[in-house]
C-alpha cells in the first residue's frame, strides 16, 4: 500500500511539474501601450522650452520614422543620395509626428534640395549622421541654384535637430578670387559670386533647430526668412575666422524668435538681424572669434527698414572685430528702436558698442541726408575688455537724423593689452548715463535734438 501511494504521489508531481513548464512557454499578450501626448503646435521662443527632438523608442512609433537608407540612401559621402532624401521626406510629410532620419555612422551628400510643405504637423529631420553638399563650386551641379542648399519651404511646427554635422564643404566656395581679398595680391575681382546659403526656412512658422553642429558654410550657415515662431537651442556653428560671408545665424522679415545656450565662432557675424524683425530674444550665447551680434545693415539702396523690441543677454564675446553692433547705410528709412543690450562679458574685442549709420560696403558711398531712426537703445552691465586699435564705444549717428534716448549703465571697459583708451567717439547721439562708464562717455549729449517730433515722425515706419 505504501509503495502504491508513492508511485502515486511521483506521477501527480510529475504531472505538476509538466503543467509549470508547459505555461511558462506561453506568449503573454502585451500590456497596451502607454498614450503618446500630443504634438505641441507651438513653439514658444523662451529659455525654458525644450522641444522633442529624439525618436520615440515606443515600437508604435516605428511606422513614423523614415529612414533615408530604407529609401536607397548609400552614405558614403560621394553617391548622390538626393532622390532618397527627397522620398523619405514625402513619406515623412504625410503622416503626423512623421521623422525623416539620417542615421549616424554614415556621410550622406545631396545637391541643392527644397523640402517643401505644407506637411502634417510634428515633423521632424533628425540628423545623427553628417550631411553634406557636393563639394566645391566645381562640383555643383549647374541645373542647380549657387545660393541655397537646404532649404525648408511652407512648413508649419517642424524640428531640424540631431546630435550629427552638417558640414558646409566652404572652403573651395571662400577662395575665389571674387571673395574679399581673394584676388591677386590681396584684389578682389568683379563677377560673379554666388555662394550658397547652408540652410534656410523661409515662409514658415513654428520652427524649432537643436542639438546640431553646423559648420565650414560657403556663406550664412543658417538664415530664417519670412519666418514667425523660430526656437534655437543648444546649436553649434563654426567656420575659419577670415571664412568671408559666413553668418552663423541670420534673421530678416521673422518674428518671434528665441535663440538660446549656444556657441558660434566664424568669419562674420554671429547672428545678424535684418530688416522686418520684431521681438527677438538672444541669451546665453557665446560668440567668437567672429564680428560679433549685429542688427544690419539697414538701409540699403534707400529702402526702408523696421527692426523693434531686440533684447540682447547673459552673452560671451571674444576676439571679435566687433561686440554689438548696429549698422545703417546713409539713404535709408524706418527705425530701430527698443533694443535691449544687457549683461553682457566681452574679451578683446574691437568695438565693443558700436552704432555706425556710415556703413559702407564698398567705400564708394555718397552722403545722403535721409537715414534710418535708431532710438531707445540701452546698454547695461557691458563689462570686459577691449582691443586698443579702435575706442571701445563708437556712435557714429546721422548728420540729419540723430540716435536719441540712449542709456548706458554699469559699462566698464578696459584695454585687453596697452593703454587706456580714453576717448569715445560719439557724434550727434543723445542718452543718458545712469551711472559713471568706464571710460568716461562725455560725448553723448543730453537731452534731445531740436525738433524731435519731425525727428519721430522722419524715422516712424510705415
Same mark, same amino acid.
Given at each position: $500500500?505504501?509503495?502504491?501511494?508513492?508511485?502515486?504521489?511521483?506521477?501527480?508531481?510529475?504531472?505538476?511539474?509538466?503543467?509549470?513548464?508547459?505555461?511558462?512557454?506561453?506568449?503573454?499578450?502585451?500590456?497596451?501601450?502607454?498614450?503618446?501626448?500630443?504634438?505641441?503646435?507651438?513653439?514658444?521662443?523662451?529659455?525654458?522650452?525644450?522641444?522633442?527632438?529624439?525618436?520615440?523608442?515606443?515600437?508604435?512609433?516605428?511606422?513614423?520614422?523614415?529612414?533615408?537608407?530604407?529609401?536607397?540612401?548609400?552614405?558614403?559621402?560621394?553617391?548622390?543620395?538626393?532622390?532618397?532624401?527627397?522620398?523619405?521626406?514625402?513619406?515623412?510629410?504625410?503622416?503626423?509626428?512623421?521623422?525623416?532620419?539620417?542615421?549616424?555612422?554614415?556621410?550622406?551628400?545631396?545637391?541643392?534640395?527644397?523640402?517643401?510643405?505644407?506637411?502634417?504637423?510634428?515633423?521632424?529631420?533628425?540628423?545623427?549622421?553628417?550631411?553634406?553638399?557636393?563639394?566645391?563650386?566645381?562640383?555643383?551641379?549647374?541645373?542647380?541654384?549657387?545660393?541655397?542648399?537646404?532649404?525648408?519651404?511652407?512648413?508649419?511646427? $517642424?524640428?531640424?535637430?540631431?546630435?550629427?554635422?552638417?558640414?558646409?564643404?566652404?572652403?573651395?566656395?571662400?577662395?575665389?578670387?571674387?571673395?574679399?581679398?581673394?584676388?591677386?595680391?590681396?584684389?578682389?575681382?568683379?563677377?560673379?559670386?554666388?555662394?550658397?546659403?547652408?540652410?534656410?526656412?523661409?515662409?514658415?512658422?513654428?520652427?524649432?533647430?537643436?542639438?546640431?553642429?553646423?559648420?565650414?558654410?560657403?556663406?550664412?550657415?543658417?538664415?530664417?526668412?519670412?519666418?514667425?515662431?523660430?526656437?534655437?537651442?543648444?546649436?553649434?556653428?563654426?567656420?575659419?575666422?577670415?571664412?568671408?560671408?559666413?553668418?552663423?545665424?541670420?534673421?530678416?522679415?521673422?518674428?518671434?524668435?528665441?535663440?538660446?545656450?549656444?556657441?558660434?565662432?566664424?568669419?562674420?557675424?554671429?547672428?545678424?538681424?535684418?530688416?522686418?524683425?520684431?521681438?527677438?530674444?538672444?541669451?546665453?550665447?557665446?560668440?567668437?572669434?567672429?564680428?560679433?551680434?549685429?542688427?544690419?545693415?539697414?538701409?540699403?539702396?534707400?529702402?526702408?527698414?523696421?527692426?523693434?523690441?531686440?533684447?540682447?543677454?547673459?552673452?560671451?564675446?571674444?576676439?571679435?572685430?566687433?561686440?554689438?553692433?548696429?549698422?545703417?547705410?546713409?539713404?535709408?528709412?524706418?527705425?530701430?528702436?527698443?533694443?535691449?543690450?544687457?549683461?553682457?562679458? $566681452?574679451?578683446?574685442?574691437?568695438?565693443?558698442?558700436?552704432?555706425?549709420?556710415?556703413?559702407?560696403?564698398?567705400?564708394?558711398?555718397?552722403?545722403?541726408?535721409?537715414?534710418?531712426?535708431?532710438?531707445?537703445?540701452?546698454?547695461?552691465?557691458?563689462?570686459?575688455?577691449?582691443?586698443?586699435?579702435?575706442?571701445?564705444?563708437?556712435?557714429?549717428?546721422?548728420?540729419?537724423?540723430?540716435?536719441?534716448?540712449?542709456?548706458?549703465?554699469?559699462?566698464?571697459?578696459?584695454?585687453?593689452?596697452?593703454?587706456?583708451?580714453?576717448?569715445?567717439?560719439?557724434?550727434?547721439?543723445?542718452?543718458?548715463?545712469?551711472?559713471?562708464?568706464?571710460?568716461?562717455?562725455?560725448?553723448?549729449?543730453?537731452? $534731445?535734438?531740436?525738433?524731435?517730433?519731425?525727428?519721430?515722425?522722419?524715422?516712424?515706419?510705415?
Amino acid at each position: $500500500m505504501k509503495i502504491f501511494l508513492v508511485i502515486l504521489l511521483l506521477v501527480n508531481w510529475s504531472n505538476v511539474e509538466g503543467r509549470y513548464h508547459y505555461h511558462k512557454k506561453q506568449k503573454k499578450a502585451p500590456p497596451p501601450a502607454p498614450a503618446l501626448p500630443p504634438p505641441d503646435p507651438i513653439i514658444s521662443p523662451t529659455p525654458d522650452y525644450t522641444p522633442i527632438v529624439s525618436v520615440p523608442s515606443d515600437p508604435v512609433q516605428e511606422d513614423c520614422v523614415f529612414d533615408v537608407t530604407d529609401y536607397g540612401a548609400i552614405g558614403d559621402g560621394s553617391t548622390d543620395d538626393t532622390a532618397a532624401f527627397v522620398a523619405a521626406w514625402k513619406a515623412a510629410c504625410a503622416v503626423e509626428s512623421g521623422t525623416l532620419l539620417v542615421p549616424s555612422g554614415c556621410t550622406f551628400m545631396i545637391t541643392s534640395t527644397i523640402f517643401s510643405g505644407p506637411c502634417k504637423p510634428g515633423l521632424v529631420f533628425q540628423v545623427d549622421g553628417i550631411l553634406t553638399p557636393p563639394a566645391g563650386p566645381d562640383c555643383w551641379p549647374k541645373k542647380d541654384s549657387a545660393r541655397q542648399w537646404l532649404v525648408f519651404y511652407k512648413l508649419n511646427n $517642424m524640428t531640424l535637430t540631431g546630435t550629427g554635422t552638417i558640414e558646409g564643404n566652404g572652403k573651395d566656395w571662400w577662395e575665389l578670387p571674387c571673395k574679399p581679398h581673394r584676388g591677386p595680391n590681396g584684389s578682389t575681382l568683379p563677377g560673379p559670386c554666388d555662394s550658397p546659403t547652408l540652410i534656410r526656412f523661409f515662409m514658415s512658422s513654428n520652427l524649432a533647430l537643436s542639438g546640431l553642429r553646423i559648420q565650414n558654410s560657403p556663406m550664412f550657415h543658417v538664415k530664417f526668412d519670412g519666418c514667425e515662431g523660430v526656437f534655437i537651442d543648444k546649436v553649434s556653428i563654426s567656420s575659419p575666422k577670415l571664412s568671408p560671408n559666413t553668418d552663423g545665424i541670420h534673421i530678416e522679415n521673422t518674428k518671434s524668435v528665441g535663440i538660446y545656450n549656444s556657441m558660434i565662432a566664424n568669419g562674420d557675424d554671429c547672428i545678424s538681424i535684418g530688416p522686418g524683425c520684431v521681438d527677438v530674444d538672444i541669451e546665453a550665447v557665446t560668440c567668437g572669434p567672429s564680428h560679433g551680434i549685429s542688427i544690419g545693415s539697414l538701409g540699403v539702396h534707400n529702402s526702408e527698414a523696421c527692426v523693434s523690441n531686440i533684447s540682447v543677454r547673459n552673452v560671451m564675446i571674444h576676439d571679435s572685430d566687433n561686440g554689438v553692433r548696429i549698422k545703417t547705410w546713409q539713404g535709408g528709412a524706418g527705425s530701430v528702436t527698443a533694443i535691449a543690450f544687457e549683461n553682457i562679458q $566681452m574679451e578683446n574685442v574691437r568695438n565693443c558698442a558700436i552704432i555706425d549709420q556710415y556703413y559702407c560696403a564698398n567705400k564708394n558711398c555718397v552722403n545722403q541726408t535721409s537715414a534710418v531712426y535708431v532710438r531707445d537703445i540701452t546698454y547695461r552691465n557691458i563689462k570686459g575688455t577691449y582691443d586698443v586699435r579702435s575706442p571701445p564705444i563708437h556712435f557714429a549717428c546721422s548728420d540729419t537724423v540723430a540716435c536719441t534716448n540712449i542709456t548706458m549703465s554699469e559699462v566698464e571697459l578696459l584695454p585687453f593689452e596697452g593703454e587706456l583708451v580714453d576717448d569715445p567717439f560719439c557724434w550727434n547721439a543723445y542718452g543718458v548715463q545712469e551711472t559713471l562708464t568706464i571710460p568716461p562717455i562725455d560725448c553723448l549729449r543730453d537731452g $534731445m535734438p531740436e525738433s524731435v517730433s519731425d525727428k519721430y515722425l522722419y524715422g516712424e515706419c510705415t
